[in-house]
């Protein structure tokens, strides 16, 4: 964390929102911390949930016929179990937020995230994905595509990011960690790391070894700088973003805004949220 929240944040606005439906939540709620401030060029986030245990669940486990993600059972809501924490801030230009952007599934299809006719801006901080990277993923919410993806995008991104560590057409790693203490993810920005060899692969069943390959996003998708940290039970996340990026897929964050947020306890789609959006209002 930077030393701006020592002296900026304790006198920054903040409001705090339950937010509901959330697995592995106590009583499936939380509640989430909000503070902002901004100066000329950029604006910054601080949200603040009670997690009793960081979740870094992203790994690949050897078998007797290969390597494989660390999963449960399918379930069309998403992985719940082996998974990692993850927290997403939206932006609207209109009073929309999730009541007419979050649409729901049934008993076994999971619901998707679309808009009618406007864009919404999203930023979703990963704990294994992009937090190595001081990153949150910058993608925004259109019209409908398909039953697939809804309307959800990723901004433009010529290189970098996260990606899984499994081939799967040879049930093997890309790569290997230079160190068997590594267990999630591995920064390909170092040289912590060896493409994969059968001759290297000297792991007995049962092992595991990082599950995801994490670099620095380029292009309008990395413009959000974040950076998460859990101590004594809860996660604080700073992020920053230039008030205008310039990208047609960003909002741009001055005068009057709606903010909606979400929250993941190691889940990948089952998150906590509200359903009234938040006014926020950027003074000049």
């Known amino acids: 964390m930077t030393d701006r929240r020592g002296i900026e944040w304790l006198g920054a606005d903040s409001i705090s929102i339950i937010v509901s439906d959330g697995v592995n939540f106590p009583d499936n709620l939380t509640q989430v911390k909000l503070k902002s401030f901004h100066n000329h060029q950029f604006i910054y986030f601080l949200m603040q949930w009670p997690d009793p245990e960081p979740s870094f669940n992203r790994s690949l486990v050897k078998s007797n016929n290969g390597w494989l993600e660390v999963k449960s059972e399918f379930n069309p809501f998403g992985e719940s179990i082996y998974f990692e924490d993850q927290m997403a801030l939206s932006f609207h230009d209109g009073n929309s937020n999730c009541a007419q952007s979050c649409h729901v599934g049934g008993n076994k299809i999971s619901g998707l995230h679309y808009t009618k006719g406007d864009t919404a801006d999203i930023w979703v901080w990963k704990a294994v994905s992009t937090n190595p990277a001081f ?49 999630n993810w591995i920064w390909m920005e170092s040289d912590r790391y060896l493409p994969y060899r059968v001759s290297l692969d000297n792991y007995p069943a049962g092992a595991a070894i990082p599950g995801m390959l994490v670099s620095r996003m380029a292009g309008d998708r990395g413009d959000i700088y974040a950076r998460g940290q859990w101590r004594n039970g809860l996660w604080t996340i700073e992020l920053s973003r230039n008030k205008n990026t310039g990208s047609k897929f960003d909002v741009t964050l001055k005068n009057e805004l709606w903010i909606g947020l979400a929250v993941f306890d190691n889940a990948e789609k089952k998150h906590a949220y509200h359903l009234k959006p938040i006014k926020f209002i950027v003074e000049r």
């Open 135 to 183: 990153e949150a993923d910058d993608g925004w919410w259109g019209e409908k595509l398909n039953d697939s993806t809804g309307g959800r995008h990723f901004d433009n991104s010529p290189g970098g990011g996260y990606i899984s560590n499994l081939n799967e057409e040879w049930d093997e790693p890309y790569f290997l960690p230079a160190h068997r203490a590594f267990e």
